[in-house]
Nanobody
Framework: VQLQASGGGLVQAGGSLRLSCAAS????????LAWYRQTPGKQREWVAS???????NYAGSVKGRFTISRDNAKNTVDLQMNSLKPEDTAVYYC???????WGQGTQVTVSS
């Protein structure tokens, strides 16, 4: 079981990044998927999730700026992040809810 996240990096405030998480040996199509983030000294917090049917939910802090999407044929889940703010700086993790599988994390840093 392996989840590979990519797309993190350094961006200026107001910029955009797209994170992607791909899985091997897991069938994405049977599970809700989610993105979380974590900053040093804080608990991992939920950012967004998408159901098997494609319904999306977002934390209040990112609603209107982030978009989660899934491609069951490719076993991928993406997070499009627009209008980024310095407080979005964190390590971002993808999660397959059924089985509770976590990706290894990708760093997002937003400079002011």
């Amino acid at each position: 079981v392996q989840l590979q996240a990519s797309g993190g990096g350094l961006v200026q405030a107001g910029g955009s990044l797209r994170l992607s998480c791909a899985a091997s040996r897991i069938i994405f199509s049977a599970s809700p998927l989610a993105w979380y983030r974590q900053t040093p000294g804080k608990q991992r917090e939920w950012v967004a999730s998408i159901t098997v049917g494609g319904s999306e939910n977002y934390a209040g802090s990112v609603k209107g700026r982030f978009t989660i999407s899934r491609d069951n044929a490719k076993n991928t889940v993406d997070l499009q992040m627009n209008s980024l703010k310095p407080e979005d700086t964190a390590v971002y993790y993808c999660k397959v809810i059924v089985g509770s599988y976590w990706g290894q994390g990708t760093q997002v840093t937003v400079s002011s």
